[in-house]
T-cell receptor, first 113, second 113 residues
Framework: DVKVTQSSRYLVKRTGEKVFLECVQD?????MFWYRQDPGLGLRLIYF???????EKGDIPEGYSVSREKKERFSLILESASTNQTSMYLC????????????FGAGSRLTVL | DAKTTQPPSMDCAEGRAANLPCNHS???????VYWYRQIHSQGPQYIIH???NNETNEMASLIITEDRKSSTLILPHATLRDTAVYYC??????????????FGSGTQLTVLP
């Protein structure tokens, strides 16, 4: 069964901490995405990557960075966590080109105190 | 992008067909209709997509009207595990289009025992 695996389902961090959210996919997909989901706001795209070492800003990149050193792994980094980054974070992947069929991970719920 | 309109909530009896409507009156010729669902506390899951012909897979059927201004997702025999938020999304398959795959508010489907 193909999968997108997010390393942590629940995290609690303190304001100012550096936070790493890891995402690994086993489908050899070129494109990977990080979204955050908040009540009433739907899913919002933070960053995406269409190839190793390539990244593009999404709609809300401020306060985040990403890393894609290997094809299967896409990391989201919060350099200095703030309380307004408390959210559900969702990683997704899809093959290059073709249909917009995204495979999502189960999500990582981050609470910043 | 074409905007979609879905009812905020629907109920369905277990074992009966669930018919979820979506209006997309401004859809353009190269835009597909995608359906995803999100079970509580999980990531979204792709269900089905289509351009103008009706489509069926192991999960659901998608009926698109001849003028393509609306569509219906049909779950033929709903089970309790189908309780979820269902998202109707309209998007072209142009390169990079997944960047703007917009998940709106969707329809909360509750399957009742």
């Amino acid at each position: 069964d193909v999968k997108v695996t997010q390393s942590s389902r629940y995290l609690v961090k303190r304001t100012g901490e550096k936070v790493f959210l890891e995402c690994v996919q086993d489908m050899d997909h070129e494109n990977m995405f990080w979204y955050r989901q908040d009540p009433g706001l739907g899913l919002r795209l933070i960053y995406f990557s269409y190839d190793v070492k390539m990244k593009e800003k999404g709609d809300i990149p401020e306060g985040y960075s990403v890393s894609r050193e290997k094809k299967e792994r896409f990391s989201l980094i919060l350099e200095s966590a703030s309380t307004n980054q408390t959210s559900m974070y969702l990683c997704a992947s899809r093959p290059a080109g073709g249909a917009n069929v995204l495979t999502f991970g189960a999500g990582s719920r981050l609470t910043v105190l | 992008d074409a905007k979609t309109t879905q009812p905020p909530s629907m109920d369905c009896a277990e074992g009966r067909a669930a018919n979820l409507p979506c209006n997309h009156s401004t859809i353009s010729g190269n835009e597909y209709v995608y359906w995803y669902r999100q079970i509580h506390s999980q990531g979204p899951q792709y269900i089905i997509h289509g351009l103008k012909n009706n489509e069926t897979n192991e999960m659901a059927s998608l009926i698109i009207t001849e003028d393509r201004k609306s569509s219906t997702l049909i779950l033929p025999h709903a089970t309790l595990r189908d309780t979820a938020v269902y998202y109707c999304i309209v998007r072209s398959q142009a390169s990079g289009s997944a960047r703007q795959l917009t998940f709106g508010s969707g329809t909360q489907l509750t399957v009742l025992p």
